[in-house]
């Protein structure tokens, strides 16, 4: 088995940020990769919002099995037609594993139809991710919990949907928590969503939250067909209902063959 996953970094602050770009001089994304790239069963590239439409193009995401976002400062700078893509694609069953300040990327707010709105503050301290679902393929590997030494606080209230799963939750040095590892499914597609990666600390090089990732990789991945036309609401007229044909009784909004209203 081979799971093929890209991983989409916004790539601004790497260029704009010297602190940024000290701790990933080949940019997140890259490093983000290179952690997933050390099991075997992954076989990893990237892509980037600069890139021709942001290196997702249909045929790309048609051969990809898990997506992971990373954005920040640039989420209006994404086009609306990629993000349709995307949701497409989730919906017929792709991955998609959203990291940190993705909870507010266009994607991600396509497909919980809510704010994803959070507390933050920006002051290093420390985070402790508290294991809360030993049993979940998302945290094998893991003990009760790990720390993360310097890191940005994302605090409730988290207005996302109610969640299929809690896999993790976070206490903060300041004395805030929040749930910071979430599963939902959209349509064929599982979603996970991980808090820890804010981009002036080097925490893609831990290697707890690597192991989380290679994780959420696995858990995602999707090995049944596309589920192609998922989107779609066709018409099944009359004469091919199972127990057809029918005979058509009382009057009709539409006439044969017409496509309707969606």
Known sequence: MTIRVVVWGEN??????????????????????????EDPVIEVSTATLQEPEHGLTEKRL???????????????EVSDAVVERVAKRVWEGMGLIVLHSG??????????????????????????????????????????YFEIEQTEMYGEPFTVPEPQETVFVTWYEGGEVFRSGL???????????????????????????????????KWAYNPAPAWVGIEKAPNTPADQAPNGPLTIKGETLHKRGEEGFH
Request: proline share 3%; with cysteine.
């Open 103 to 144: 909870h507010f990327s266009k994607i991600f707010k396509r497909l919980m139809g809510t704010p994803c709105s959070l507390k933050w503050r920006e002051a290093g301290e420390l985070e402790r991710v508290w294991v809360i679902n030993r049993n979940h393929q998302i945290a094998q590997g893991l003990s009760d």
């Open 183 to 217: 599963t939902w499914q959209r349509g064929g597609g599982k979603i996970f969503y991980f808090s820890p990666g804010h981009e002036t600390y080097p925490i893609y090089y831990n290697a707890d939250v690597k192991q989380v990732l290679k994780n959420a990789a």
């Open 62 to 76: 048609a051969e990809t099995d898990v997506l992971i976002w990373w954005g920040h400062k640039a989420h209006g």
């Open 12 to 37: 601004v602050h790497e260029q704009e940020n010297e602190v940024v770009r000290k701790i990933y001089p080949e940019g997140m994304h890259t490093t983000i990769a290179k952690g997933l790239d």
